[in-house]
């Protein structure tokens, strides 16, 4: 199932952020209730091709856009879309900065019937941090007590934390997981994800600022393997397997389609190739594949 854009603006603006600054200009009526609702009945019927992203994937819906949450017609979506894919897991992806209002997050928690997921990006430990990336002084306030909303209110609802690493935020990726640890102690009622920034977009016109090797970010992932053990659920996306230390493979997911990814040479020679990721084709076309090193077993 695929990605489907439920609302084109947002009230962050990330540096990484994988959509171009366009986006939002566009006229939002073509993501209101009805244009939705008419794109999904013609996807659901076969009826040629609807949504650009990961629309040949089956089994799984990503709610995302822009900010989710901002659709003035939030919770009508949502009623649809559980109605009609009653058994389809469906993750929204959100700054979560709306569930910072209980009443807000108390509503969503009981429209997102299982199976639901909701995926918060989180990008630091400090407001100092965090909100140098999301360009809006005060995000991190409202994303920290959104999470912490949800996880009081949402028993049955999956909670993911997923922490996106880029220039502008690795060397602070070891305190975000202390800070983690200490806020929200209880690992086993949310997973979290760390994710090497995909060059797309915003990220692609912030490159100065964003840009980050693999060399550079596996080095810190690999250092933070004591906090890393310390989650019930973690886990790493885009990272190719001889990038991170033997421990951390089983971490890793692959999570892009086969489309947006390449294994270069050195990957024919490599013993792991089946579970690995490769490299990410915009990663590849920007830094090379020097990086790799093929693994014996
Ligand atoms: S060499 Fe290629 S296939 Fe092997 S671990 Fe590295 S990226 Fe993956």
């Known amino acids: 199932m695929p990605d489907i854009a439920l609302w084109n603006k947002c009230d962050n603006k990330c540096v990484m952020c994988t959509n171009m600054g366009s986006f939002a200009l566009q006229d939002s009526s073509q993501y209101r209730l009805k244009c939705q609702i008419e794109k999904l009945e ?18 799984y819906v990503n709610l995302t856009g822009g900010e989710p949450t901002l659709h003035p017609e939030f919770f009508q979506l949502l009623a649809y879309f559980r109605r009609r894919m009653p058994g389809t897991p469906i993750t929204l992806l959100s700054n979560g900065r709306r569930f910072a209002d209980r009443k807000f997050a108390a509503r969503f928690v009981a429209a997102a019937r299982p199976p639901f997921s909701v995926a918060i990006a989180l990008h630091g ?9 999301a360009g809006v002084r005060g995000a991190f306030g409202q994303t920290v007590k959104g999470l912490e ?24 990726f070891p305190a975000t997981l202390e800070f983690l640890l200490k806020k929200f102690p209880r690992t086993g009622n949310y997973s979290v994800t760390a994710i090497h920034y ?5 990220s ?8 980050l090797k693999f060399s550079v970010s596996s080095k810190k992932v690999n250092e933070a393997l004591p906090l890393i053990k ?18 951390l493979r089983p ?19 490599c013993a792991v190739k089946k579970k690995c990721l ?20």
């Open 149 to 172: 909303n949800l996880l009081e209110l949402g028993r049955g609802l999956h909670l993911e934390i997923r922490i996106i690493l880029h220039k502008k935020n690795i060397t602070q």
């Open 230 to 247: 310390r989650f019930a659920d973690f886990r790493l996306y885009h990272f190719p397997l001889c990038q991170v230390r033997a421990e």
């Open 125 to 133: 430990p400090t407001a100092r941090v965090h909100d140098a990336v």
């Open 204 to 211: 692609e016109t912030n490159h100065r600022s964003v840009g």
């Open 198 to 202: 995909e060059i797309e977009g915003m």
């Open 251 to 269: 971490f890793c997911r692959i999570t892009l389609p086969l489309e947006d990814r390449i294994y270069p040479a050195a990957c024919l020679r």
């Open 42 to 59: 013609r996807y659901l019927k076969g009826l040629g091709k609807v949504y650009l992203k990961n629309a040949d994937d089956s089994g």
């Open 278 to 297: 490769g490299l990410m084709l915009e990663y590849y076309k920007k830094f090379g594949s020097s990086e790799l090193k093929p693994l014996k077993k």
